[in-house]
């Protein structure tokens, strides 16, 4: 069984940085696609931003030259360095696993919380 672990989510005023971790465990010979997904109270889940194993990404809009993704193979680990954090940036950060072990499949974390004050 895969598991992922989030960590790093806090308050956190307006401008500020915040660095969210996601560890997979479980027998993991390969991850394809990591990502984080995002959920705002009243709104549909989104994609934050992804990254595949060869280390290409991608980024929502809305947070393209404040989000950095990045991510550690070898400890089947993603990384999510937020800077100049806004209010609406406020949200439960979720952590996406895809393709592992080369199945079609999805693995999620629990989520952790990000809130922003203005």
């Known amino acids: 069984q895969v598991q992922l672990v989030e960590s790093g989510g806090g308050l956190v005023q307006a401008g500020g940085s915040l660095r969210l971790s996601c560890a997979a465990s479980g027998i993991i010979l390969s991850i394809n696609d990591m990502g984080w997904y995002r959920q705002a109270p009243g709104k549909q889940r989104e994609l934050v931003a992804g990254?595949?194993?060869?280390?290409?990404?991608n980024y929502a809009d809305s947070v393209k030259g404040r989000f950095t993704i990045s991510r550690d193979n070898a400890k089947n680990t993603v990384y999510l360095q937020m800077n100049s954090l806004k209010p609406e940036d406020t949200a439960v950060y979720y952590c996406?696993?895809?393709?592992?072990?080369?199945?079609?499949?999805?693995?999620w974390g629990q989520g952790t919380q990000v809130t922003v004050s203005s």
């Open positions: 990254i595949t194993r060869r280390g290409s990404t």
């Open positions: 996406n696993a895809h393709g592992v072990n080369w199945g079609a499949n999805d693995y």
